[in-house]
């Protein structure tokens, strides 16, 4: 079982910016994938997640409004489009799957699988 995350970039603020999280080992259709960031010296929280099966997305108040979430089943991929991004948005960024029936609630220990972690750097 594998999560690959890529596209980690620097961009300026306002900048917009898209991650692709792609699993191997197992299907979509289940499990919901997470994205989770961590910041230095911060600790690890979620900024959004997709229901791979029914397609329900789940906000915190770090995505609202300004990053979307897709899941293309066909390709296990899942993908993160920022927007209008800020300098507290840079940190590492982690794809991870969850087959708890709470996963919105983020809380890492429910996610089973990560991913390797892709930079974002907003510069100001």
């Known amino acids: 079982v594998q999560l690959q995350a890529s596209g980690r970039g620097l961009v300026q603020t306002g900048g917009s910016l898209r991650l692709s999280c792609t699993a191997s080992?197992?299907?979509?259709?289940?499990?919901?994938i997470g994205w989770f960031r961590q910041a230095p010296g911060k600790e690890r929280e979620g900024v959004i997640c997709i229901h791979t099966g029914d397609g329900l997305i789940y906000h915190t108040n770090s995505s609202k409004g300004r990053f979307t979430i897709s899941s293309d089943n066909a390709k296990n991929t899942v993908y993160l489009q920022m927007h209008n991004l800020e300098p507290e948005d840079t940190a590492v960024y982690y794809c991870a799957a969850s087959w708890s029936g709470r996963y919105y609630d983020f809380r890492p220990a429910q996610y089973i699988y990560w991913g390797q972690g892709t930079q974002v750097t907003v510069s100001s």
């Open positions: 080992g197992f299907t979509f259709g289940n499990p919901a």
